[in-house]
């Protein structure tokens, strides 16, 4: 109640009055089915999922090298257990940039993931130029990106995402609420539909064909949902490759990938992942 007292009173935060009562809570998964069709479209890529799972394992001796993030002294360095970045997330950013070399890797919302991808930029040798899209980083990333956008994503001059071509990574870790004039609305309404083919996506805290879980439900995130319809309207356009919750929650999936938590550095790490990885197919 404290809190919540804090927060409507704190300047620093927005209210939101509903004139209609919702029940936020899971709709799927977390004890109940998941959603039946998004759950059939996203089972249909299980052997790039395998594929790119036996990648990550043969990356296994450099994702080792990273320590629990209360261990670590250099501030430069990924971590586990960071609070923001899951272990299995951690895993697909290292895998999927040493696979896919892109030439440009943007992030819109930076911190532990810029760490993870500047790695894998420097111990695969990789001619990648990080840009870092972020008002208000949440870590001391300047240093790791070829160039800093110090605003807010939906103030910027969005022509440079039109212009990323195959291969290239656009990694959006934003607020997760679709709001008027907010970050992830000009996200879907503005750039997922004109990205170029071959351009590879990723969005954060996705939990499809679950729902999001019940402490998300109380932030009113709802980015899941604008993906989701996506997903939908057009499963082939927008191809998922990897998403990191249903590996973690499928026995098959995760029972391949397990070798790679086989090692004291990983001991207490998060397994599962909420990074969502798709590709634009036409």
Not at 31 to 50: C, D
């Amino acid at each position: 109640m404290i809190k919540e007292l804090y927060r409507f009173l704190n300047p620093k935060f927005q209210t939101f009055f509903s004139e209609y009562k919702v029940d936020m809570k899971p709709r799927y998964g977390h004890g109940l089915p998941p959603h039946k069709e998004l759950y059939a479209i996203v089972n249909t890529h299980r052997t790039t999922y395998q594929d790119l799972i036996a990648k990550a394992l043969s990356y296994k001796e450099q994702i080792w090298e990273i320590k629990d993030l209360k261990e670590e002294t250099d501030s430069k360095k990924p971590g586990w257990n960071n609070g923001f970045l899951p272990g299995l997330d951690i895993v697909a950013i290292y895998t999927l940039m040493a696979e896919l070399k892109p030439k440009k890797y943007v992030e819109i919302g930076s911190g532990n993931s810029t760490k993870v991808a500047y790695k894998a930029k420097q111990e695969q040798n990789l001619n990648t130029e990080i840009i870092s899209i972020d008002p208000m980083p949440r870590a001391e990333i300047d240093v790791l990106a070829d160039k800093v956008i110090r605003e807010p994503f939906e103030n910027i001059d969005l022509k440079m995402l039109e212009e990323l071509e195959a291969g290239d990574i656009l990694f959006v870790d934003n607020s997760h609420r679709i709001l008027p004039n907010s970050d992830a609305m000009v996200f879907f309404m503005e750039i997922l539909p004109r990205l170029k083919k071959g351009v590879i996506v990723h969005v954060h805290d996705i939990y499809i064909p679950y729902d999001y879980p019940q402490f998300m439900c109380d932030r009113f995130y709802s980015e899941q949902y604008g993906l989701s319809f996506y997903l939908l309207a057009n499963p082939k356009k927008f191809e998922t490759i990897f998403p990191n919750y249903f590996i973690s929650e499928d026995k098959e999936l995760a029972q391949q990938l397990a070798p790679i938590w086989e090692h004291p550095n990983l001991k207490e790490v998060e397994k599962h992942g909420g990074s969502y990885w798709l590709r634009i197919a036409e």
